[in-house]
């Protein structure tokens, strides 16, 4: 085989969980390793696969991520020959309380407050999602727009332009705490991978892929089954190999 073909993968949870919870980085049946087993059938290429993954990411979080994390910057995307966006699902997520209460909650003290705060958020969010409908999102569109579009031109500035990019459209859910309803999820794609494409990158539209297995998401109602991560990773291989998919770009 020729050089290696270096593949960096920022995402979130999605990237390192299955139906039965979160699993170690090589485990064969997460989409990032389908894709990369892909790849190598398709380039004729090893694939030197590295995922920068963290629970619930978001927008902002990788935009800090890719400005701020030396290591993320210049040892991983940087120098990446394809690089994979796996993020946006959390901020079309429907709004229950703000998520400022979330980035305080570790900082509260003493221990029992924070642990009072913590039990009385979890049980709250869904019936404030339920009472507002689960029409309002995490991140504001307008928000996200931004964010999502400095995320996208910094990454591809990474690699100087040169590497093949590519951006997975959000997921949806059946999850309780988020309301058990998804009514702004096609808006919310749409959206998204439009600015995908307006940025130059190939959209990977996901929700289609991972909705034939909806009955058999991991008990959160969020995470994807075996089948699914397989689905998803057969799509992005292909849209990194420039062979078309459905709704790329």
């Known amino acids: 085989m020729s050089e290696s073909l270096r593949v960096a993968v ?13 699993q170690l980085p090589d485990h064969p049946g997460l989409w990032p390793n389908v894709m990369a087993r892909a790849l190598e059938r398709l380039t004729g290429r090893e694939v030197a696969l590295t995922v920068w993954a963290r629970p619930s990411a978001d927008a902002l979080e990788a935009w800090l991520a890719l400005t701020r994390d030396r290591h993320l910057m210049y040892d991983v995307v940087g120098p990446a020959d394809v690089v994979v966006l796996a993020l946006g699902s959390f901020d079309h997520a429907p709004r229950g309380i703000p998520p400022m209460v979330e980035h305080v909650l570790p900082r509260l003290r003493p221990t029992w407050l924070r642990h009072t705060v913590r039990r009385a958020v979890r049980s709250w969010h869904p019936w404030i999602v339920r009472a507002r409908g689960a029409r309002g999102v995490r991140t504001p569109p307008k ?13 591809k500035g990474l690699t100087m332009g040169r590497a093949t990019c590519v951006a997975l ?3 949806s859910h059946r999850a309780r705490q988020h309301g058990g309803r998804h009514p702004r999820r096609a808006e919310s794609e749409t959206r998204q991978l439009d600015l995908v494409r307006t940025h130059g990158w190939t959209a990977v539209p996901v929700w289609e892929l991972v909705e034939p297995f909806a009955d058999r998401l991991n008990p959160d109602g969020v995470h994807w089954p075996t089948e699914a991560h397989a689905a ?18």
């Open 10 to 22: 920022v995402g979130d949870s999605l990237t390192f969980t299955d139906a039965t919870g979160p």
């Open 143 to 155: 928000v996200f727009a931004a964010r999502y579009g400095r995320v996208l031109d910094q990454a």
């Open 169 to 171: 459209g959000p997921t």
């Open 232 to 249: 998803v990773g057969d799509a992005v291989a292909a849209a990194a190999a420039g062979i078309p998919v459905g709704g790329g770009a």
